[in-house]
């Protein structure tokens, strides 16, 4: 199978390339793509060095996927000409999540939405992804009628740029300001872009990503906040349920999931934390605790690599998915 890695020098393009060789995904041909100022730049995979084309020039290798991580606006230009040429596109990007006729996709909660005939398919947000993986069991079970959430991620989520500035200023060296104010020893309540609402977009995507995969009448709010992490986003998330719990049956369910990691054990001061989470694919869930202020109320500690789970790895799932089904032609191994 020929794949196209649209962003490939990238931070989340260069955690995409080591999924793939991890997971033995099986690609015959690798097309790194980048743009004007990226090209020819060499990216490794599988031992081998492979230069950086322009997106056109992917187009004419005919790949049958492509995985994009290359921003909004290269997504919206070029995904589209990317398909009409027989590609299936997995889109990390935030284009394509809320148009209805795209499906937003977390493997283990709806790939059964995905049909052969879609060829652009969205990444959900990497802090919707995490809080969705912990609550989607159970939300089965117990459903959820409220979410208060608030996230403490880290400058990774921002890129390469970003990850720079904090090293800078730990290290009292100028450089770039990415964020409108230092990051060393802050935090700062403002993801992405402030809207008319007072939320910023990162929060609204909380709010709408959940409505479109989990359930359209579960209400949501956020507070999203860029902390002095290098990687692993943290979420501090308040759930009320319409029927009543047990703790212990709430504990059961998270630890049945294959895509979950409970570490809840305060007595032994084990809980989630991003130092765990890193390199990692699961959702790490700990301080499991009853909210005693509301009832059938629940508070959750949520920890994941925001690079892996929460976009690169879900992309080949969901391109692992696509060939099972055999949307795709190409076979995993064993």
């Known amino acids: 199978m020929k794949v196209a890695v649209v962003g490939a020098t990238g931070m989340v393009g260069q955690v995409m390339l080591g999924i793939l060789e991890q997971r033995r995904f099986p690609v015959t041909e690798l097309i790194p793509v980048a743009s004007e100022r990226s090209l020819g730049k060499k990216v490794t995979f599988k031992g081998a060095a492979y230069p950086c084309v322009l997106?056109?020039?992917?187009?004419?290798?005919?790949?049958?996927?492509?995985?994009?991580?290359?921003?909004?606006?290269?997504?919206?230009?070029?995904?589209?000409?990317?398909?009409a040429a027989g590609a299936t596109v997995i889109d990390n990007s935030?284009?394509?999540?809320?148009?209805?006729?795209?499906?937003?996709?977390?493997?283990?909660?709806?790939?059964?939405v995905l049909r052969m005939a879609d060829k652009i398919i969205a990444n959900p947000n990497c802090s919707t992804m995490q809080m969705l993986i912990a609550l989607a069991p159970l939300h089965k079970v117990y459903a959820i009628n409220r979410i208060i959430v608030s996230t403490y991620q880290s400058v990774s989520g921002t890129g390469v740029a970003a990850v720079q500035q904090l090293e800078n200023e730990e290290k009292n060296t100028p450089g770039e300001m990415v964020y409108p104010y230092p990051i060393h020893r802050n935090c700062l309540p403002h993801c992405d872009v402030f809207l008319d609402n007072g939320y910023t977009r990162e929060e609204m995507k909380l709010a709408n990503?959940?409505?479109?995969?989990?359930?359209?009448?579960?209400?949501?709010?956020?507070?999203?906040?860029?902390?002095?992490?290098?990687?692993?986003?943290?979420?501090?998330?308040?759930?009320?349920?319409?029927?009543?719990?047990?703790?212990?049956?709430?504990?059961?369910?998270l630890s049945e999931s294959d895509a979950i990691k409970v570490v809840d054990n305060t007595d032994v001061n084990q809980?989630?934390?991003?130092?765990?989470?890193?390199?990692?694919?699961?959702?790490?869930?700990?301080?499991?605790?009853?909210d005693e202020t509301r009832a059938n109320a629940l508070n959750l500690w949520v920890v994941s690599d925001n690079l892996r789970k929460g976009a690169a790895t879900n992309a080949v799932q969901i391109a692992e998915y696509l060939i099972k089904e055999n949307f795709l032609k190409g076979t995993i191994p064993a």
Do not use: C
């Not at 997106?55 to 990317?82: C, H, K, M, Y």
């Not at 943290?234 to 047990?246: D, I, T």
């Open 55 to 83: 997106p056109q020039t992917a187009i004419d290798r005919a790949p049958q996927l492509a995985l994009f991580s290359a921003g909004g606006s290269t997504s919206l230009e070029w995904a589209p000409r990317f398909a």
């Open 271 to 290: 809980y989630p934390m991003p130092v765990y989470a890193a390199g990692k694919d699961e959702v790490f869930v700990g301080r499991i605790r009853r």
């Open 209 to 253: 990503e959940t409505r479109k995969i989990l359930d359209p009448a579960i209400r949501v709010t956020a507070t999203a906040v860029r902390v002095p992490v290098v990687g692993g986003h943290s979420e501090a998330v308040n759930v009320e349920f319409n029927n009543p719990y047990e703790l212990s049956d709430v504990r059961r369910l």
């Open 94 to 112: 935030s284009a394509w999540r809320m148009e209805p006729d795209i499906p937003l996709v977390i493997p283990e909660i709806n790939a059964g």
